[in-house]
């Protein structure tokens, strides 16, 4: 009797039987008993609920208004827009923005199985009975101490994460095309997000207590460059880079910053992460991350690091500097409670969905690709397609028109640094004017509905086309286990404002490029760079 079709994720909404009968009351049309189903195909029309329910109503009241309009915006250039004007990264498979672009392209999939005795040893000893599989970086070991007037003592007792933040934070600027210590007394903020680490070398040395805290992590550019924004460490798990990146735009909006470097950074580099990751039913027994497939079974975690560097947009066009692309609005928000700490709610993500939307202008119908949390669990991926198809039904009917994927089917879960570095696999995509392949994916989830959606699973690399204003509009997800939510639009601009005359000298003209390094070495390592 109920015309009614209730997502599985409806059912880890709500944490008591009163709850969840109050939302299925509130959707629900309730047919006269003399109606039958026959009598529905026949076309009668059911008769919908004269109120909701009170409990439902406490529940939508912080929630944005519906309407069924649809937000019509212009391109161009938006009093709020905060442009990328640089960027790095580093993860499994990939040293820089150019070879991720390479493995996101070639639908690579850089998990591997972990072959270190000694961690396998320590898995034997806590019955870990799986083939664990990461998304492991290359050369985590190394480092510049000398470069950074650093001492081989103290580098001995930084935590990996500082180092690799501090140099990807660095050649961030550079890609941004400016000398790092041009920089120096500027309001120059630097947003990281990091989450705690296991220490592998401690002692109770001042340096190891130096090493080891997240605080310091964001502080050490801002100490070598003479940086002197706010340098904040933010934790909020998987969604700590975009969460990072929300809070830079909100400081550049608000002119506390004149320039923002935010991002994250994630290494597993103990194996007892993954003994607990393990006991907690997290990992997938299978070793291969398959977001929004039916075959999906758990996560595969991976090393990361991101950064960019952001600008107002009206400053970065004023002092000619190149953009990548333009974020258009972000946001964030707390599921609060759910049916357990770590149990997302489809209902937080729409309305933070929704909210940044309207906030912003933002016409969800020129939105062509979502670059998604996608972390290939039963759960969480249909909660997020949930969320996104409630968050459009607010603005638009239209069904399977809009990409959707997740990098951590490349590289695996990269935790503090995953929502940034899905941020820099749009912008290359955008760059690149492609749609990037969502890899692993056979057969849609049995829990998830895509023909009802506006969203498809986009599995190959295909041409990205322009809007008639020539742009091209994104969005990107990113939640963390803690139950805070961060989500942003961003576009790539129709147009190039500089002209030639504007440029240091004309296309085809030849120019000298001074590198320096402090070895012979480095400085062929710069040259190939």
Same mark, same amino acid.
């Given at each position: 009797r109920f015309n009614l079709h209730l997502p599985t994720s409806v059912m880890f909404e709500f944490g008591n039987l009163d709850a969840l009968a109050a939302y299925v009351e509130s959707k629900a049309e309730i047919l006269p008993p003399s109606i039958s189903g026959s009598a529905l195909a026949d076309g009668a029309a059911p008769a919908p609920l004269a109120a909701l329910a009170e409990s439902t109503a406490a529940l939508s009241d912080s929630a944005p208004a519906a309407t069924s309009d649809r937000i019509v915006t212009s391109s161009g250039r938006h009093e709020e827009d905060i442009a990328i004007i640089g960027l790095s990264c580093r993860c499994a498979g990939a040293n820089d923005p150019q070879a991720l672009w390479a493995l996101v392209a070639n639908a690579r999939d850089c998990i591997s199985e972990v072959r270190d005795s000694s961690w396998i040893e320590v898995f034997d000893s806590h019955a870990v009975n799986a083939r664990i599989c990461r998304g492991e970086m290359a050369e985590v070991d190394c480092f510049d101490a000398a470069f950074f007037n650093i001492s081989p003592l103290e580098a001995q007792a930084m935590d990996v994460v500082q180092r690799i933040a501090l140099e990807e934070c660095y050649h961030a600027i550079e890609d941004a095309g400016y000398a790092p210590n041009s920089l120096a007394g500027r309001r120059v903020g630097v947003i990281m997000g990091a989450m705690q680490s296991a220490p592998v070398h401690q002692d109770c040395s001042h340096f190891s207590m130096l090493g080891q805290d997240n605080s310091i992590l964001a502080a050490r550019l801002s100490y070598f460059l003479d940086l002197k924004g706010p340098s904040l460490a933010i934790n909020t798990a998987c969604s700590s880079s975009l969460v990072a990146v929300d809070l830079a735009c909100r400081k550049l909006k608000s002119r506390e910053v004149d320039v923002a470097l935010a991002g994250g950074v994630a290494v597993f580099n103990h194996p007892g992460s993954f003994v607990s990751m393990y006991n907690a039913g997290m990992l997938s027994p299978t070793g291969r991350c398959r977001p929004f497939d039916r075959e999906a079974d758990g996560i595969i975690v991976g090393d990361g690091v991101g950064v960019v560097v952001l600008k107002r947009l009206a400053d970065a066009e004023r002092d000619n500097d190149h953009v990548y692309c333009v974020i258009r609005g972000s946001g964030t928000n707390q599921d609060g409670r759910?049916?357990?700490?770590?149990?997302?709610?489809?209902?937080?993500?729409?309305?933070?969905? #929704?909210?940044?939307?309207?906030?912003? !202008?933002?016409?969800? $119908?020129?939105?062509?690709?979502?670059?998604?949390? +996608? /972390?290939?669990?039963?759960?969480?991926?249909?909660?997020?397609?949930? &969320?996104?198809?409630?968050?459009?039904? $607010?603005?638009?009917?239209?069904? =399977?028109?809009? +990409?959707?994927?997740?990098?951590? &089917?490349? #590289?695996?879960?990269? %935790?503090? %640094?995953?929502?940034?570095?899905?941020? #820099?696999?749009?912008?290359?995509?955008?760059?690149? +004017?492609?749609?990037?392949?969502?890899?692993?994916? =056979?057969?849609?989830?049995?829990?998830?509905?895509?023909?009802?959606?506006?969203?498809?699973?986009?599995?190959?690399?295909?041409?990205?086309?322009?809007? &008639?204003? +020539?742009? !091209?509009? &994104?969005?990107?997800?990113?939640?963390?286990?803690?139950? /805070?939510?961060?989500h942003a639009v961003v576009e790539q601009r129709a147009v190039d404002r500089r002209s030639s005359r504007d440029l240091p000298f004309r296309n085809g003209e030849r120019a000298i490029v001074v590198l320096s390094a402090r070895t012979s070495g480095q400085l062929r390592q710069q040259a190939l760079q």
């Open positions: 759910t049916s357990g700490i770590t149990v997302p709610s489809f209902m937080a993500q729409a309305d933070l969905e #929704i909210e940044v939307y309207r906030k912003h !202008r933002i016409d969800v $119908e020129a939105i062509q690709y979502i670059e998604a949390h +996608g /972390t290939a669990t039963k759960l969480g991926d249909p909660v997020e397609v949930h &969320a996104i198809s409630q968050a459009f039904a $607010e603005f638009t009917d239209k069904k =399977q028109f809009c +990409g959707i994927g997740s990098l951590k &089917a490349n #590289i695996g879960h990269t %935790a503090a %640094a995953a929502g940034v570095l899905s941020l #820099i696999k749009v912008c290359l995509s955008m760059q690149k +004017g492609q749609m990037p392949p969502s890899i692993n994916w =056979q057969a849609a989830n049995e829990h998830i509905d895509f023909s009802a959606g506006p969203v498809y699973v986009n599995a190959e690399l295909k041409a990205w086309p322009e809007h &008639a204003n +020539g742009s !091209r509009l &994104a969005a990107i997800s990113s939640f963390g286990f803690s139950g /805070t939510n961060a």
